[in-house]
């Protein structure tokens, strides 16, 4: 089975602080994903990346930045914490490529930032 | 840019009835893929049926089926004979069908779904 981990359920950050968000996959996927999940708006791409060190925006890049140094693992980066940024963050990973649609998911990062 | 809508926020159904949850989409693109995802309260996302949009024919998975409608940009999920366990928020998305690469899931905003004893 495909196992998308995330490092932690839960994360309490103080405003201002440096936050890494980490994500393993452990399939072989060329492509992750890091999504922001918020009651009411559904799932909102932040950035995605299909390569090792490549990286795209999605719709909602601002505030944050991503890192992929190995081809398993795609780290989300808030440089300096707000608290707009206390939501839902699901990792998701695919492979590459048209005919595989699949993504999967981890199990979600709650952030609250005080 | 592609969106996709779920007009309903909250659905209720009884045990054993039958519910179905509606999806609408835009696109320029003519080759695409629809999902429907389910998220129950342990927060992991679970694919519950694809459709590709070349195919005519709706997808079925057990007791899920779509009613996929191109030309009207729609595609809503029938649940039969629901069960306790299909409670979670549904969510519908939409991705593109490229030549290669990534691309990242438009999602709805999400149908929560109650089942009733």
């Known amino acids: 089975d495909v196992k998308v981990t995330q490092s932690s359920r839960y994360l309490v950050k103080r405003t201002g602080e440096k936050v890494f968000l980490e994500c393993v996959q452990d399939?072989?996927?060329?492509?992750m994903f890091w999504y922001r999940q918020d009651p009411g708006l559904g799932l909102r791409l932040i950035y995605f990346s299909y390569d090792v060190k490549m990286k795209e925006k999605g719709d909602i890049p601002e505030g944050y930045s991503v890192s992929r140094e190995k081809k398993e693992r795609f780290s989300l980066i808030l440089e300096s914490a707000s608290t707009n940024q206390t939501s839902m963050y699901l990792c998701a990973s695919s492979l590459w490529g048209a005919l595989n649609t699949e993504a999967f998911f981890g199990q979600g990062t709650r952030l609250t930032v005080v | 840019a592609q969106t996709v809508t779920q007009s309903q926020p909250e659905m209720s159904v009884q045990e054993a009835e039958t519910v179905t949850l509606s999806c609408t989409y835009d696109?320029?693109?003519?080759?695409?893929?629809l999902f429907w995802y389910k998220q129950p309260p342990s927060r992991q996302m679970i694919l519950v049926i694809r459709q590709e949009a070349y195919k005519q024919q709706n997808a079925t998975e057990n007791r899920f089926s779509v009613n996929f409608q191109k030309a009207a940009k729609s595609f809503s999920l029938k649940i039969s004979d629901s069960q306790l366990g299909d409670a979670a928020m549904y969510f519908c998305?939409?991705?593109?069908?490229?030549?290669?690469?990534?691309?990242?899931?438009?999602f709805g905003k999400g149908t929560h779904l109650i089942i009733q004893p």
């Open positions: 399939m072989d996927h060329e492509n």
């Open positions: 696109t320029s693109e003519s080759d695409y893929y």
């Open positions: 998305a939409y991705r593109r069908r490229t030549g290669g690469g990534a691309d990242g899931l438009t």
